[in-house]
T-cell receptor, first 116, second 114 residues
Framework: AQSVTQLGSHVSVSEGALVLLRCNYSSSVPPYLFWYVQYPNQGLQLLLKYTTGATLVKGINGFEAEFKKSETSFHLTKPSAHMSDAAEYFCAVSDSSGGSNYKLTFGKGTLLTVNP | DAGVTQSPTHLIKTRGQQVTLRCSPKSGHDTVSWYQQALGQGPQFIFQYYEEEERQRGNFPDRFSGHQFPNYSSELNVNALLLGDSALYLC?????????????FGPGTRLTVL
């Protein structure tokens, strides 16, 4: 079984400060890893993903994440927070062995607040 | 491209009733997955449909059932509604192929059970 733990249900940063959202996963097979963002009253939008290859992945809106197998982590970072980054962020894992036949297992989410 | 669409946007039902939610996948996609997102929680996988058959199922009771039509659209049915079924129901579509494929999510249907 797979699982995701997001450390910190609420993170608050100042505009222009570093954003760091933590995600640890558990998987018995090589994982696919994802970060999604959800704005109020909207669905999920994919920020970035790791499948294979380079462990540092870049996504939209200046976000990036690094896959660290030894630490079973996939933390999300952004060098400088913008007010528009305020949203809920979800880390998710899927089983790569199923190929395209995969389901996503999500963490409980981290609410990011950006203060002016 | 309209993306993934879901209807209705909001729905209010009472305990014991039945509800049907609808999803139209992104153009060209043939696989539909359904997720339940309770308040303050991450989405949980309900089931996935491909070629009009349920292919995978999460840990949800038989009260939750679905259907996929020849045009790839899908319905989620929930019978004997419980208060705990109140949630945002998300539909995601993808194209089945070898290797990784991205799932695209719709805006969701918010179900309130009174």
């Amino acid at each position: 079984a797979q699982s995701v733990t997001q450390l910190g249900s609420h993170v608050s940063v100042s505009e222009g400060a570093l954003v760091l959202l933590r995600c640890n996963y558990s998987s018995s097979v090589p994982p696919y890893l994802f970060w999604y963002v959800q704005y109020p009253n909207q669905g999920l939008q994919l920020l970035l993903k790791y499948t294979t290859g380079a462990t540092l992945v870049k996504g939209i809106n200046g976000f990036e994440a690094e896959f660290k197998k030894s630490e079973t982590s996939f933390h999300l970072t952004k060098p400088s927070a913008h007010m528009s980054d305020a949203a809920e962020y979800f880390c998710a894992v899927s089983d790569s062995s199923g190929g395209s036949n995969y389901k996503l297992t999500f963490g409980k989410g981290t609410l990011l607040t950006v203060n002016p | 491209d309209a993306g993934v669409t879901q209807s209705p946007t909001h729905l209010i039902k009472t305990r014991g009733q039945q509800v049907t939610l609808r999803c139209s996948p992104k153009s060209g996609h043939d696989t539909v997955s359904w997720y339940q997102q309770a308040l303050g929680q991450g989405p949980q996988f309900i089931f996935q449909y491909y070629e009009e058959e349920e292919r995978q199922r999460g840990n949800f009771p038989d009260r939750f059932s679905g259907h996929q039509f020849p045009n790839y659209s899908s319905e989620l049915n929930v019978n004997a509604l419980l208060l705990g079924d109140s949630a945002l129901y998300l539909c995601a579509s993808s194209l089945r192929d070898r290797g990784f494929v991205e799932q695209f999510f719709g805006p969701g249907t918010r179900l309130t059970v009174l």
